[in-house]
Structures are given as structure tokens and as C-alpha cells.
């Protein structure tokens, strides 16, 4: 089936049209998306870590509640006489219990999240319940050993837990609390005389990571110093362990979905706090990029071919006409015209076709054997014509042959020289980078290693931060040669070449080094004398001098240090500069 040329034209641009632009929003999508992941995770960890710091706050409020009770002496004569009481007179105890409600009247300010104080003797008997909050109940046999369990090991620290109890306004009904406790001492003798229990309400936690859980999938896990979790918001399932070495922000795939994690652990009271935040909601938004691309593609070649359909009569039209008059002539019709609609490329050629169509007809009818010697011999030219011709593409062919036998080394060293002779042709003034200087000099060292019979070394060690410093053009080649032509003159093996470059303040330094012939200290003052003269400078080290000196002047120049038969080394010290970065618009 013969497809028209305006169909082709259609479905050809389709294709580039579709392609480009599924190509285009597809990088447009990665890009976006990179870029977010990198964005919102930085975001991400700073909001959680200022989480952790509004909760050591609310920590540190606890340890500053729990040490004013602990170190309180009018507290510790409070207790210990009501545990040596041991409820003997209850008149007495209710007046100690009435002075404890009034002394801790404060902390029910200070600090609401505290629903419970408990105080116990070291076998475990509860002297004092203060109740705050009516709702929160005492520990249980249960909690209570289990309280005793973990403070136990300690040395009078704050030990935190979460526990589940019952409550004792309704039953059946439990609260999810925060317990923190810790060792009663005497204040002289650090002598343990009884147990402070606070039991804290989850508020004390819940406020400052509730921003943490939103999104889709949120979760946020705390945990004490011994790495048991605390509290957790978002789900009721196993808190998940965190990693030791696990990094403050990163992205982990499971369950068939993309997690943000972040974790930071305070320096102050050993929490940590790990929060997590599925980043499938914003990757879907990222893929309407993507999404518009495609529809923007399928919109475009709609539009190409509604516009190729109406201009294809105006723009293709010449040509149709011409392709019907060539079928009519090549059917015999030698006296069809075609009528030329423009005066662009597609007319030219209706005019030539007519012309043609003239000759044709004149060759038939007036000299058609004289003709036909005319265009043999035409041939025979043409073919004549045609042997400079083929010679070229047989040395293409024999190029090509050249260069598919895989001939690296003289390609290598071609484009070596290629590359040198191309950055000796800018303009000296131009101003270059050390990277671009040191790539030039490397270069060098090849076409000299492919040429110099006795090999040598050369070793080039650049910092980091002194390649993007700009240098004058061709500022080290002229040393660099010189100490081929001159260095190496008497030395037949054993060459080497080091060239250093690093910063030193505002300064960069280039060293070059050469295990050469040397100079002497006269040769090295003629270079000075020259140069304070102000001659011309010849291709070398006088010219290197007189460059720095014109562009740059003091404190920057050349420094020459030699010592004759052990080598040279040439310093030169020009200004650390770059390349300002183009202003924003």
C-alpha cells in the first residue's frame, strides 16, 4: 500500500513530536522529583529536630520538677517523717500530707502534663498520692514492680517508662501514661530513703511531634535512654529499632511505598526521636509533570495535523503536479507542462522539468541520432569527470580503514596536538584556568613522550581548590619547555618532571621542578638583569617573567632556585582568583 508523502510528513512528525516530548517530561519529572526528595528531606530533618529541642524543654522541666521535690529539705522532713510515722497517728500524717499538698501546690502550675506524684519507702509502701488529675490511677502490684525493676540499677537519674493503667473514675477504662522516677536521697548523706513516681500525661510528648505525623503514613517513635520506646504517634504496632549508625535524613523503600525517615537524638538527655512520612502523596503530584508532557505531545501532533492538512494543498500541490506530468512523459506524452504556482524551490523545478520536457521533444524530433553520440560522449566525459572522484573516496576508504584497525596511539597523539595547537591560537590575553593550563601541559608531555626517545617522568598534583583559579594563557608551557630543550639537554635517562600547584592565602603557587642540567647563579641573574631592563622577552623563562611582572606586578612573580648538575625549580606566584559566577537575572 503507497503511503502519501503528506501522511509520512504527519507520521514522521508525530513521532519526533511524541518522542521529544515524552523524553523532555520525563527528565523534567526525575529533575523534579530529585529535587524535592533533597528539599523536603532537609526541611524534614530540621522540623524534627526542632521537635526534639521543644521537647527537651518540656524534659528539662520535668528534671527540674523532679529535683526541686528530691533536693527539697522541708520535702525530705515531710516524707521521712511520715514514713516513721507509718500511719500511727493519722492526725499527724494528715497535717504532713496537708503540708506536702501545699508544697507541691506549685508543680500542679508549672508543669499540668503531671497528673500523679507518688512517694514510696524502699519496701515499697505509698506514703504519699497526690491527686491532680482524678482520672489517673495508682500503679498497680504490677507496675509498680516493674517501675522498681528499672530504677533499680540506677544512681539516682531520672528513669523514664510508658505504662498502661486503669482508671479509677471508670471501669474498664486504661490510660496511656508516661512514668518518670527516680531515687530519693537525704541531702547530706545521699543516703536512698524512698521513691519518688510522677506519672505524666502522653501531652507532655504529643504536642510538639503532632506536625510530624501528618501526611500520608506518618509516623513518629521516641525513645529513652536506653533506646526503649517511649511514646509513639501514628500507629499501635512495634516501634521499629533504630540503627546506631543510621544518618540524620534517609529514604528507604518497603512495603511496596517510599518512606522519608529522620532521626536525631538529643545530646542533653540521650532521647531520640526517629519520624517518618511516606512520600508517595507527593510523588504523584511530581508525575503531572510528566502527565502534561505527554498530553502536550498527543495536543501537539493533533495541531500538526489539522496544520499539515490545510497547508499541505498550498505547500505540496507544485509537487503533485509534478509528479503526474513525469508519469504522462515517462507513459509518452513528451508534450505535457507543468504550471509553475511559485517561485521557491518547487518552481524551480516545474521550470526545469518544462525545459527538460522542450529538449526531450527536440531530441526526438530533429537530431535524435545526433543526439545519442552527443550524450554518448557526454557519458564518456562525465565518466572522466568522475576519476578525482573515486581517488577521494578511496583515500576516505583507506582513512576510514585506518581508523577502524583501532590505532589509538596516533589518534591519541593527533588530538593531542590538535587540542594544543587549537589553545595556542586564542589570544594570549584571553584569560584561562589552571585545569584548562594543566590539561595543555599534559598534552605537551605526550607529543614529547611519543617523540623523545629516552623516556622520562612526569608527575603533575594539583589541589582541588587551585584548579578553577584563572591564569594567564600559555603561562606554563614556555617552562615546561625550556626544560626539555634546556634541563635535559646533557641527561640521558633518568628525566623527571614535577609540577605542584596549591593556594597559600591570596596566592597561587605553581612549582615546577626538574632534575636537570641547573643553572648557575650568574645564568639565573642574567634572566633578572634582562628583565629590569626591559628587553624583549625571548620565548622562556624571560618571557613568563616579564608577562607577570606587565599584568600583575608586585608582590607576584618568578622565583628561580638551581643548583647546577642536580636540577631547577621555577615558582611562580600569581593571584588567586576566578571566574566571577554570572549574576542571576
Known sequence: MKISMSAKLILGLSVIILFSCSITGYLSYRTHLQLFEEEY??????????????????????????????????IEKVVTKLMTNKGDNLFEDYLEHDELQSLLRQVKLDAPVIKTVLFYDLQGTNYYYGHIDESIGRLNDEAFRDVMRNVGPSNGQLIWMRKVLPSPSDEGKSNNVIIASRWMKKGKTLETYGLLVMILDEALFSGPLRDLAKGRDGRVYLYEQRGLPLYQQGDSGPAPVPEADSPPVYIRRENGGTNLYALHRSPMFQFTLLSRVSLEAFQEKSKILLNISLYSGLGAIALSCVLIALLSRRLLRPMKDLVKAMRMMRGGNFDVRVRPRSKDELGFLGESFNAMADNVRSLIEEVYLR?????????????????????????????????????????????????????????????????????????????????????????????????????????????????????????????????????????????????????????????????????????????VVRRIDLTYGEPYGLDIESVPGEGTTVVLRLPFETFAAPESA
Not at 53 to 63: K, M, S, T
Not at 485 to 497: G, I, N, Q, S, T
Open 41 to 74: 528531606s532537609d526541611q524534614y530533618a530540621k522540623a524534627n529536630e526542632q521537635a526534639m529541642a521543644n521537647l527537651e524543654l518540656r524534659i528539662q522541666e520535668i528534671y527540674r520538677i523532679s529535683n526541686y521535690i528530691v533536693f527539697n529539705s522541708v
Open 371 to 543: 543526439q545519442l553520440s552527443e550524450r554518448e560522449a557526454e557519458m564518456k566525459a562525465l565518466q572522466a569527470q568522475l576519476n578525482p572522484h573515486f581517488l577521494y573516496n578511496t583515500l576516505n576508504g583507506f582513512y576510514w580503514k585506518l581508523y577502524l584497525q583501532n590505532d589509538m596511539e596516533s589518534a591519541n597523539l593527533v588530538s593531542a596536538l590538535s587540542s594544543l595547537l587549537k589553545y595556542s591560537l586564542e589570544r594570549v590575553s584571553k584569560r584561562t584556568t589552571l585545569r584548562e593550563e594543566l590539561q595543555q601541559i599534559r598534552n605537551y608531555l605526550d607529543i614529547q613522550a611519543a617523540f623523545v626517545e629516552n623516556r622520562f617522568q612526569a608527575e603533575i598534583r594539583a589541589a582541588d581548590e587551585a584548579l578553577d583559579c584563572t591564569v594567564l594563557r600559555l603561562i606554563l608551557q614556555p617552562v615546561v619547555e625550556n626544560a626539555f630543550v634546556h634541563a635535559f639537554r646533557d641527561r640521558a635517562a633518568d628525566k623527571k618532571l614535577v609540577i605542584e600547584a596549591s593556594r597559600e592565602g591570596d596566592m597561587l603557587v605553581v612549582a615546577i621542578a626538574d632534575n636537570g642540567c641547573g643553572m648557575t647563579a650568574e645564568q639565573i641573574g642574567r634572566i633578572r638583569e634582562a628583565e629590569r631592563a626591559g628587553e624583549k622577552p625571548s620565548i622562556g623563562l624571560r618571557s
